[in-house]
């Protein structure tokens, strides 16, 4: 079964960026769906974005379009989110999430999760 570990995450100031990367390991990276999402402390777990296993389909939450940008290297095992122009309400957990099939941009879909990585963005 996939194994996923997040990296990239810190503290930013307003206006910044930062560039997520999540390693896939113990499965065959390039048939599964991969998804970001992201969880604020005493909120809920929302989708980022999402992208199909061979990169064709890309979701983004509305609130993140334009901003920030989902990629994959199925070479690498990785996918990717750059996030550009980020907001103190970006702040939160962001985990990488993978599912066989289909993109889905509900958490519920996902059935395996990283550990999650942490950013920040002060104003």
């Not at 999402?50 to 379009?65: C, H, L, T, W």
């Not at 199925?74 to 103190?88: D, E, G, R």
């Amino acid at each position: 079964q996939v194994q996923l570990v997040e990296s990239g995450g810190g503290l930013v100031q307003a206006g910044g960026s930062l560039r997520l990367s999540c390693v896939a390991s113990g499965g065959t990276f390039s048939t599964y769906a991969m998804a970001w999402f992201r969880q604020a402390p005493g909120k809920q777990r929302d989708i980022v974005a999402a992208i199909s296993a061979n990169g064709a389909i890309i979701y983004y939450a509305d609130s993140v379009k334009g901003r920030f940008t989902i990629s994959r290297d199925n070479a690498k095992n990785t996918v990717y989110l750059q996030m550009n122009s980020l907001k103190p309400e970006d702040t939160a957990s962001f985990y990488c999430a993978a599912r066989s099939i289909a993109t889905s941009k509900y958490s519920r879909d996902y059935n395996r999760w990283g550990q999650g990585t942490q950013v920040t963005v002060s104003s």
